[in-house]
């Protein structure tokens, strides 16, 4: 089971919208809504940011939007800000292996 | 409000054993699924493994098959993450998460295993 594919960097000015692809296959991404977000601040633990797609869960901003497209997910931000700037990670639930797969990963800098 | 701690770092020498934990709190610990992620230094993550606390399920991401070992504790609501023998390929730092409806909502800390002779 590969990784999902994500760009390994985005950037934008503060107050701009960025968008983050999660591209995967039928197996995992296009099979199911357990789509997933996370942002990881360095030296810290992983934060759920989206849930089954475009869910947000309660204290999640909702400047943080997520959607999915046949096989890619993505998550949008929306007026950046500086706190934004951090490593974000997409996740699937995979049919192949009945578990779980994390996208690449990218990093997200805010200019 | 629910928690995940995990053990200290660790500092093990090449083929030595180690088994770090992940104690939750503030959910029901026998009904839950719990997951190790791995991150090496300056990488992504990686899922190891989750298992179904409740029935002992438990689902080894084909890179990390045969090389760790989940298990659990239901009656001190502890999870664990075992390796026989370490190899220097092992450095990074382990988390351990509970999962809810296919997303995972609360991580540990984190556990940086360093191997080293």
């Known amino acids: 089971q590969s990784a999902l594919t994500q760009p390994a960097s985005v950037s934008g000015s503060p107050g701009q919208s960025i968008t983050i692809s999660c591209t995967g296959t039928?197996?995992?991404?296009?099979?199911?809504?357990?789509v997933s977000w996370y942002q990881q601040h360095p030296g810290k633990a992983p934060k759920l940011m989206i849930c089954?797609?475009?869910n947000r869960p309660s204290g999640v901003s909702n400047r943080f939007s997520g959607s999915k497209s046949g096989n890619t997910a993505s998550l949008t931000i929306s007026g950046l800000q500086a706190e934004d700037e951090a490593d974000y990670y997409c996740?699937?639930?995979?049919?192949?292996?009945?578990?779980?797969?994390f996208g690449t990963g990218t990093k997200v800098t805010v200019l | 409000e629910v928690q995940l701690v995990q053990s200290g770092a660790e500092l093990k020498k090449p083929g030595e054993s180690l088994k770090i934990s992940c104690k939750g709190s503030?959910?029901?610990?026998?009904?839950?699924?719990i997951g190790w992620v791995r991150q090496m230094p300056g990488k992504g993550l990686e899922w190891m493994g989750i298992?179904?606390?409740?029935?002992?399920?438990?689902r080894y991401s084909p890179s990390f098959q045969g090389q760790v070992t989940i298990s659990a504790d239901k009656s001190i609501s502890t999870a664990y993450l075992q390796w026989s023998s370490l190899k220097a390929s092992d450095i990074a730092i382990y988390f351990c998460?509970?999962?809810?409806?296919?997303?995972?909502?609360?991580w540990g800390q984190g556990t940086l295993v360093t191997v080293s002779s």
């Open positions: 998460a509970r999962g809810e409806n296919g997303a995972w909502p609360n």
């Open positions: 503030g959910y029901n610990f026998p009904n839950s699924w």
């Open positions: 039928s197996s995992d991404i296009g099979g199911h809504n357990y």
């Open positions: 298992m179904n606390i409740a029935n002992s399920d438990t």
């Open positions: 996740n699937s639930y995979t049919s192949i292996t009945t578990s779980h797969v």
């Open positions: 089954d797609v475009s």
